[in-house]
């Protein structure tokens, strides 16, 4: 070997630099592109496996009416709000009523509020209407008119 070979070493390129650092690294590369190949089988497989979306249109044909109008002919298709609007019916026949409060608080809730399944039975203020409920100086609570049952009418 000549003084010249030692004093000017060979610049690899980029390529050769990221050939060598593949060549180290071998086994983790593997171990990684094995992780993702799985990943992504296993998304496929998902994918294929999962039911479709249903192909029909939601059609809707002749005149339309009011939601209060259907619930209060009996019309209203939506089953869940037609089964609600009915438990609320059943609860004020029932002689609790339709609304509920804290004896606690200021604040009246539908039955099925998630604050109002909070309040203590023995706690419990029944109303018979929201009327009702506001002669008492009460307030809505945040979710009421979210959660109203469809065709609620004040």
């Known amino acids: ?3 010249s070979e030692n004093q000017n070493p060979v610049k690899l390129s980029w390529y ?5 650092w593949a060549k180290k ?3 983790d590369i593997a171990l990684v592109l094995g992780f993702v190949f799985v990943a992504l089988i ?8 999962a039911p479709g979306v249903p192909k029909n249109p939601l059609i809707i044909e002749g005149p339309q009416t009011g939601i209060s109008e259907q ?6 298709g939506d089953a869940a709000s037609a089964s609600v609007l009915e438990s ?3 609860a ?9 409060a804290s004896k606690n608080s200021k604040i009246y809730h539908w039955p099925w509020c998630s604050a109002a399944k909070n309040i203590k039975p023995e706690n419990q203020v029944w109303f018979k209407s ?4 506001q002669a008492t100086g009460r307030t809505r609570c945040a979710d009421f008119e979210k959660l109203a049952p469809a065709g609620y009418i004040k």
Not at 16 to 20: I, K, Q, T, Y
Not at 130 to 133: I, S, Y
Request: hydrophobic share 35%.
């Open 1 to 3: 070997m000549s003084t």
């Open 16 to 20: 050769g630099r990221a050939g060598d």
């Open 25 to 27: 690294n071998q086994g």
């Open 42 to 49: 296993s998304f496929g497989i998902g994918y294929l496996t």
């Open 71 to 76: 619930v209060a002919s009996g019309q209203a």
């Open 88 to 90: 609320a019916t059943n």
């Open 92 to 100: 004020v026949d029932s002689g609790k009523g339709l609304i509920v």
């Open 130 to 133: 929201e009327a009702e409920a």
